[in-house]
């Protein structure tokens, strides 16, 4: 499985970004999905997930509120709305994926698949 996401940027305060990670090599419809992000000097950290058919979304309690996540199994695809955003939620993000599970990340420090990362940059 191969995961590719875009959508990062430089966003002023307060603004928004919309985050989209497509996969390739095989379906995800039954699988957890979901975003972490590393932030410059941290450890990387859980973001959002959502359950393989979208019934369940989890949040960071940092995050919750202002992202939001969606997958689109038809096309295979995960995406990660940012409102309101703020100079702490600059960082890498990146998506995931783990065929062990279809509801959530059972493990943050042992996921199966993830992307590239795509730089967000909020500046104030």
């Known amino acids: 499985v191969q995961l590719q996401a875009s959508g990062g940027g430089l966003v002023q305060v307060g603004g928004s970004l919309r985050l989209s990670c497509a996969a390739s090599?095989?379906?995800?419809?039954?699988?957890?999905m979901g975003w972490f992000r590393r932030a410059p000097g941290k450890e990387r950290e859980f973001v959002a997930s959502i359950s393989s058919g979208g019934g369940r979304k989890d949040y960071a309690d940092s995050v919750k509120g202002r992202f939001t996540i969606s997958r689109d199994n038809a096309k295979n695809t995960v995406n990660l709305q940012l409102n309101s955003l703020k100079p702490e939620d600059t960082a890498v993000y990146y998506c995931?994926?783990?065929?062990?599970?279809?509801?959530?990340?059972?493990?943050?420090?042992?996921?199966?698949?993830w992307g590239q990362g795509t730089l967000v940059t909020v500046s104030s």
């Open positions: 090599g095989r379906t995800l419809g039954s699988q957890v």
């Open positions: 995931a994926a783990d065929p062990r599970y279809s509801v959530v990340f059972v493990d943050h420090g042992d996921v199966q698949y």
